[in-house]
């Protein structure tokens, strides 16, 4: 296990609540946040009844943040900035580890198309609210469905973009703690646009092929 | 095979020569088509060698596209609309495939950033070039090294972005002829804009691990 602790901002929603189980299950010490303290309390009790000596808490937002080396945002594209800047005063020293995807589905529109992010992407928008702090993205693609499930085994990569290769080294730790994730480095935090996207390509898979749980492998690497 | 002629436009350059080379190993009749029937001769011959039962024949780019039931266009973005133009006289009764991908490398930028299309991708600007024509978009994130050693197998899906589910059923059968692809409807035709990122990403991803022939495979799908 890592020495720092993990905040899930968002960690009551399906992706942030199941990141929270995983990283638990793995041993680290997890800290669920959400707007609401009583909600991320909530979900702090449902991790800890799946994994019985899981250490994880159930916080609000910032008060998660403040205490962690690594902040993992995992929020709707709709509530990213509210939140981000409802937080940043809390982040210290830590990763901020952006999940967000900017689904028309998040404004209402549909779930296979994208909003136009002027930033670029989701991260970059992230990465403009809380200078100098070192952001990274990661997460998009793994399926909410296949982490609340713990007999399951995840059958995915996970495409890391960022501008700074020690807190990519630091992240692709944690995420080599869920079994049948894998790290990949896929450049920049520019790169997070077409990440992003890659998590409608999957929507709209799950769809066409009537399943809940698609991924992404990359061939040919490592 | 198919009963039907396959032309490769821009069957002299990187992806639309291994595209030819494969097809010809399928014992598919292919016709390979570039602006310079010489190239495209000279390209045909080397299928031959490389193939020697190999039904192959190298035209101009309309002459190819004329003769064609499946008309694939690999060539460089900055080259697509005049190609286009070139050939749109010349189909009759095919089905369009188009693998362009708008990277800024093919206006003389980075290889790993797109270019931002006016239409949402590649592909929607080849149907607007092309009424009438049923448009689909494949083969964007396949090596071209891979496709060029006959002794390797492809690791790789091939995701079909279209409207018209006739032509995609089509497509679908011609990319099962190539051992090692797997064809995957990834949705309508817009979808194509994320599916021409994920080239980007690949090179990206090239890149970082220093290798030449990255793929993608979708998970839990099929």
């Not at 299950?25 to 909600?39: F, H, P």
């Not at 693609?141 to 990519?168: I, P, Q």
């Amino acid at each position: 296990m890592t020495a720092e602790k993990i905040a899930i901002i968002g960690g009551s929603g399906e992706l942030g609540y199941g990141l929270a189980l995983r990283f638990a299950q793995a041993g680290e010490n997890v800290l669920i946040g959400s707007r609401d303290e009583k909600k991320a309390q909530e979900a702090a009790a449902r991790v800890k009844a799946a994994v019985p000596n899981a250490t994880v808490a159930g916080l609000d937002n910032a008060a998660a943040a403040a205490q962690a080396g690594i902040v993992v945002l995992a929020v709707p594209f709709s509530a990213q900035a509210a939140i981000l800047k409802s937080i940043r005063a809390a982040l210290k020293n830590a990763i901020l580890v952006d999940a967000t995807v900017p689904l028309a589905a998040s404004v209402g529109g549909r779930a296979t198309r994208l909003l136009g992010v002027r930033e670029g992407s989701a991260a970059q928008a992230a990465r403009d609210l809380v200078p100098g702090i070192p952001v990274l993205s990661a997460f998009h693609n793994v399926s909410a469905e296949m982490l609340h499930d713990l007999s399951a085994t995840l059958d995915c990569d996970v495409l890391m973009c960022g501008d700074d290769a020690a807190a990519k080294e630091r992240l692709s730790a944690l995420v080599k703690l869920i079994p049948g994730l894998r790290p990949l480095d896929a450049g920049p935090l520019e790169m997070s646009r077409i990440v992003e996207g890659v998590t409608a390509l999957l929507i709209s898979l799950n769809r066409r092929y009537k399943v809940h749980h698609s991924g992404i492998r990359i061939t040919g690497v490592g």
